[in-house]
Nanobody, 115 residues
Framework: QVQLVESGGGLVQAGGSHRLSCAASGSIFSIRAMGWYRQAPGKQREWVATITSGGSTSYAESVKGRFTISRDNAKNTLDLQMNSLKPEDTGVYYC?????????WGQGTQVTVSS
């Protein structure tokens, strides 16, 4: 059974940095795009960043220049380095990946940015 598990959520002060990780496990034959979404309280889930299997990246305008997405194809892991954090970055962050041509989601990890 394929699983995605996020880690690294927590409380951080505005202006600070934090790193999220996501690990895929199970019977994995291929992983195409991977990325992150987030959901703030009372709001819809929004896209944050994507990275292709070849390493091409794209970011939401709200995080461009502050967040960096990366992946390790050998380890089936995904990271999100978040710098210059703002209170509006608070939310549950979800990892997703196209694994064996099926979209998968992690359970989410809470990031809270205090002002």
């Amino acid at each position: 059974q394929v699983q995605l598990v996020e880690s690294g959520g927590g409380l951080v002060q505005a202006g600070g940095s934090h790193r999220l990780s996501c690990a895929a496990s199970g019977s994995i034959f291929s992983i195409r795009a991977m990325g992150w979404y987030r959901q703030a309280p009372g709001k819809q889930r929004e896209w944050v960043a994507t990275i292709t299997s070849g390493g091409s990246t794209s970011y939401a305008e709200s995080v461009k220049g502050r967040f960096t997405i990366s992946r390790d194809n050998a380890k089936n892991t995904l990271d999100l380095q978040m710098n210059s954090l703002k209170p509006e970055d608070t939310g549950v962050y979800y990892c997703y990946a196209n694994i064996n041509d099926i979209p998968r989601w992690g359970q989410g990890t809470q990031v809270t940015v205090s002002s």
